[in-house]
Each structure stands twice: as C-alpha cells, then as structure tokens.
C-alpha cells in the first residue's frame, strides 16, 4: 500500500468528490459553505494536497447531498476501473 498523499487511489476518491460535486450543480464555495469551511479546505481535499478522515468524508458527503456509502460505492467502481 502507498503511503503517500498522492496514491493512486486516494486519486480516485478526490476524482469521486468532484464528480458528485459537479453533478449536484455546486461550486467548492457553494460545499465550504455547507460545511462552514473555506473554499480553500474543499479546494485542498479535491486536489489530494489534505486528505479527509472518515467523519469528515461524511460530513463532505452529506454536503454534496449524498451518502457515505454512495461515495464509497463509486470509490470502488473507480478503483476497478
């Protein structure tokens, strides 16, 4: 296993992230808003460069109007390929 920021799959669950922000027609302000966080810290997770624990991925979840489980079922689906 990586054990770096930028691993592959943690690649995929930042590309999982912004997928379900764009489909919910949001912009990183519109999620830091919801999260009443900075533009910068959506910014930061979608790009690699700070990684979510699993609260948080939940708290961002709920924020994009979606599920933990729905991220992480597409995160399995991107990682397959």
Not at 13 to 20: E, F, I, K
Not at 66 to 81: C, I, K, T
């Amino acid at each position: 296993m990586e054990k770096s920021r930028r691993s592959a799959e943690y690649e995929h669950l930042c590309a999982v992230l912004r997928q379900l922000r764009r489909e919910a027609g949001l912009t990183q302000y519109d999620v830091a808003g919801r999260l009443g966080a900075h533009q910068s810290f959506v910014s930061k997770y979608e790009s690699g460069e700070r990684r979510l624990d699993v609260v948080e991925l939940a708290h961002v979840a709920e924020a994009l109007g979606s599920s933990l489980a729905v991220v992480v079922e597409r995160f399995e689906a991107a990682r397959r390929g």
